[in-house]
């Protein structure tokens, strides 16, 4: 996976501002990102709190590595 410039706080503050009625185009213009990349986060992190999107992006990571290891175990047994 991609890693991300950005940490669970700075996402969490960068929403933040948006709820707190900030134009999202200021948002993004301040924060360097775009309208799109923006949305995904809201729609991903909507109410989570930096910890709780720190594990999120940890079970995340943990996921994709056991589908690799089960994805190499299915390769091996064919």
Not at 7 to 26: H, P
Not at 50 to 70: C, G
């Amino acid at each position: 996976m991609k890693k991300t410039k950005f940490t669970e706080a700075q996402i969490a503050f960068i929403l933040k501002q948006a709820e707190d009625g900030v134009a999202v185009a200021e948002v993004c213009r301040k924060a360097g990102i775009s309208d799109a990349t923006f949305y995904n986060w809201r729609k991903k992190y909507a109410g989570l709190m930096p910890s709780e999107m720190r594990r999120l992006r940890q079970l995340e990571e943990e996921n994709a590595k056991l589908k690799r290891i089960v994805a190499d175990l299915s390769l091996d047994k064919a």
